[in-house]
């Protein structure tokens, strides 16, 4: 729906009330981020089918490639980007835990205005989705456990609890209940998107003072985490061979973070500080992944209205 295309707009809202206006948000913490994030995740499991799976083993290779840039990329920029910009240890925590989390559901909508492969990007994003719990947890321990110590298991519990029990949960019900799913379909995409621009806003509003402290070079780090992750995801694929569609999904996939788990497995940390990296993320990958979609839509729209070779010519840009 419209409202759910200003997904960004979204986001930015929710951070500038939590930043503006905390006292605003200030109910908004604990259990009720949780189960925000949970029921996010539920209506994501009730767009999917067993099909959904089947097609990921039969198409095997370009999943697999966007799941390795995923798990690859995205955590060695995080702590690259932690390491450039001397982040206070917090705040490097925070943005290696965002930088390990799986794609984020508002990468199939962005793949959809970009002119992409939506399938694959469904595919993909179950497909990370589905690893998380064990993905998240490790890389996060690998790269964050020489900065503080991470309880792995604690991380794991966490992320079986906020993904693959609401995912599992709501496959069941649109496997089971094909009818219910269909009736709140139209609802529910909108109500995934205010939850999230709900946890982002609580966290800023949580931690306004810290952020007011160290905005800048945080930014620049997850900006930097992003737009690498964006750029890095499509240079990868079009050196493999792959078409313009499948680089534009990878390049989609990979700059954008499923940021609210982050929010929440940050709280497996002492310091509330951690989760602020995962909030501005939201907003970030938000803005340039629609950025990007939106020049993206605009060359194809533009090769669309260019007269073709006689030769033909391979995926317009």
């Known amino acids: 729906s419209y409202l759910t295309n200003l997904f960004p707009l979204w986001v930015l809202a929710g951070g500038a009330v939590g930043l503006l206006q905390p006292s605003a948000l200030a109910w908004m913490r604990g259990s009720y981020i949780t189960g925000a994030l949970a029921l996010s995740m539920l209506f994501m499991g009730m767009t999917l089918e067993l099909a959904d799976f089947r097609r990921v083993l039969q198409n095997p290779t370009q999943v697999f490639l966007g799941f390795a840039c ?55 994003t179950t497909a990370s989705t589905v690893a998380a719990p064990i993905m998240t947890p490790l890389l996060t321990a690998m790269l964050a456990g020489s900065l503080v110590p991470v309880d792995a298991k604690a991380l794991l519990l966490s992320t079986l609890q906020v993904v693959l029990l609401p995912v599992s949960a709501g496959l069941a019900i649109n496997t089971l209940l094909p009818g219910l799913s269909r009736a709140v379909s139209t609802v529910t995409p909108l109500l995934a998107v205010v939850l999230v621009a709900l946890i ?78 995962c909030a501005i993320s939201a907003t970030c990958h938000s803005v340039l992944g629609s950025t990007f979609a939106a020049i993206w839509r605009l060359q194809k729209q533009r090769g669309a209205d260019m007269p073709q070779s006689k030769e033909g010519e391979g995926d317009s840009a």
């Open 70 to 124: 995923q798990f690859t990329i995205m955590p060695l920029l995080g702590w690259s980007m932690a390491k450039l910009f001397a982040l206070p240890v917090p705040l490097a925590v925070g943005v290696i835990l965002v930088s390990c989390c799986p794609g984020g559901t508002a990468s199939n909508l962005v793949a959809l205005i970009a002119q992409a492969d939506v399938a694959l990007s469904v595919l993909m």
């Open 200 to 277: 982002c806003g609580s966290v800023i509003a949580q931690t306004a003072t810290q952020f007011a402290s160290v905005g800048l070079s945080l930014l620049g780090a997850v900006v930097g985490l992003h737009l690498g992750g964006f750029i890095l995801g499509y240079t990868v694929p079009r050196i493999f061979g792959n078409s313009e569609a499948v680089s534009r999904t990878v390049s989609i996939e990979t700059g954008m973070q499923n940021s609210a788990l982050g929010v929440v497995l940050a709280r497996t940390f002492p310091d509330p500080v951690t989760a602020l990296p």
